[in-house]
């Protein structure tokens, strides 16, 4: 979520002082989300955490940095590539394209057929080359993966079919391939910051945007388009990230501890997430706070789009990625 200034007092005196301390000292890790403490990705690194306390075998102290505190995913990333002030947290592929490429393409609209595609590729580690390029160029580790929100297009008007989508102007990403594969499904794809979106709507700057079911509740986005077109167009990757720095800094132990915790947190994320999200959804209309439209272009969205997935996977050389999470049976 995109709350564009940093506390600079709280970044300043985090950025002044290394997170792990050497000799005996205990050992100390800085975290960062920009959600409350209800949302999935809070819930999945605090189980992080308990995960790795469990697993070092000696003392291991967390500090998680809630409500954005220290900016956004993007900073978190800038810092934990830095190997300061931040040491793990969860992070949008979109923010890794300063570093791979590849990366956004990995979190990508129309990329998984459904659920149980997402999680085939999930299961078989497909994106392990892209988590190479990352450690290397950005030495940032992806240690997991959490995500598995479906993400659908809440508006302030129903849209139900190709027609009603055209000319939509909705809110994307920054990735180049959102704005894309937007415009081809014949929207009108504008990009602007996380924490803008609500005021855009509201005042008739934007008139949709798209996001999972937990981000719908978190920015109550249902109060100015409550009108939630089932395109399922998106089912997220999240993965956890840690500093390769601190990471480096620490005992062996700890560092066995971390990739362990960081496998199963994930695991842990994407069931909850994928659990809760139509329960939210369902939760939300049946106080009616939103209405699920059905979409039924869906085969032709997907059709129009298809064209501009491929052209883009070849000109970020994720031709491979592509096909093979493309040729998986569901």
């Known amino acids: 979520m995109d709350r564009r200034t940093l506390?600079?007092?709280?970044?300043?005196?985090?950025?002044?002082?290394?997170t792990v301390v050497r000799a005996q000292a205990p050992i100390t890790l800085n975290g960062a989300v920009q959600f409350n403490d209800d949302h999935v990705f809070n819930r999945t690194l605090l189980r992080f955490e308990e995960l790795v306390k469990q697993y070092a075998g000696r003392p291991v102290n967390?500090?998680?940095?809630?409500?954005?505190s220290l900016g956004l995913e993007k900073q978190y990333f800038e810092y934990m590539s830095a190997g300061r002030a931040v040491d793990y947290g969860i992070v949008s592929p979109a923010h890794m394209s300063t570093f791979s490429r590849a990366a956004p393409f990995i979190d990508a609209p129309f990329l998984f057929r459904n659920l149980a595609h997402w999680n085939q590729v999930m299961d078989q580690d497909l994106l392990s080359p892209v988590a190479q390029e990352v450690e290397r160029r950005a030495r940032v580790m992806l240690i997991g993966y959490a995500g598995g929100g479906i993400r659908n297009i809440f508006?302030?008007?129903?849209?139900?079919?190709?027609a009603e989508m055209r000319g939509l102007r909705v809110r994307v990403q920054g990735a180049p391939i959102w704005n894309r594969t937007f415009a081809a499904a014949g929207m009108a794809p504008q990009v602007i910051a996380y924490n803008e979106i609500y005021n855009a709507i509201q005042n008739n700057v934007l008139e949709a945007g798209e996001n999972e079911a937990a981000g719908v509740l978190a920015m109550r986005f249902f109060e100015v388009a409550p009108q939630l077109a089932i395109t399922e167009h998106a089912i997220t990757v999240r993965p956890i990230c840690f500093s390769a720095q601190t990471f480096a800094r620490l005992p062996r132990e700890v560092q066995?501890?971390?990739?362990?915790?960081?496998?199963?947190?994930?695991?842990?994320?994407?069931?909850?997430?994928s659990t809760e999200?139509?329960?939210?959804?369902?939760?939300?209309?049946?106080?009616?706070?939103?209405r699920r439209i059905p979409f039924t272009d869906r085969a032709a969205m997907l059709a129009a789009v298809a064209p501009v997935m491929a052209a883009y996977a070849r000109e970020i050389?994720?031709?491979?990625i592509f096909s093979r999470i493309s040729a998986l049976s569901s």
Do not use: I
Request: proline share 3%; charged share 25%; aromatic share 4%.
């Open 7 to 18: 506390l600079g007092g709280t970044a300043a005196g985090l950025l002044a002082a290394p």
């Open 62 to 68: 967390f500090v998680l940095h809630r409500n954005s």
């Open 277 to 290: 999200d139509g329960q939210t959804l369902a939760r939300l209309e049946g106080e009616g706070r939103l």
């Open 256 to 273: 066995e501890a971390v990739r362990r915790a960081g496998r199963e947190a994930g695991v842990f994320g994407r069931q909850a997430e």
């Open 155 to 162: 508006a302030n008007k129903p849209v139900s079919n190709m």
């Open 317 to 320: 050389e994720a031709e491979n």
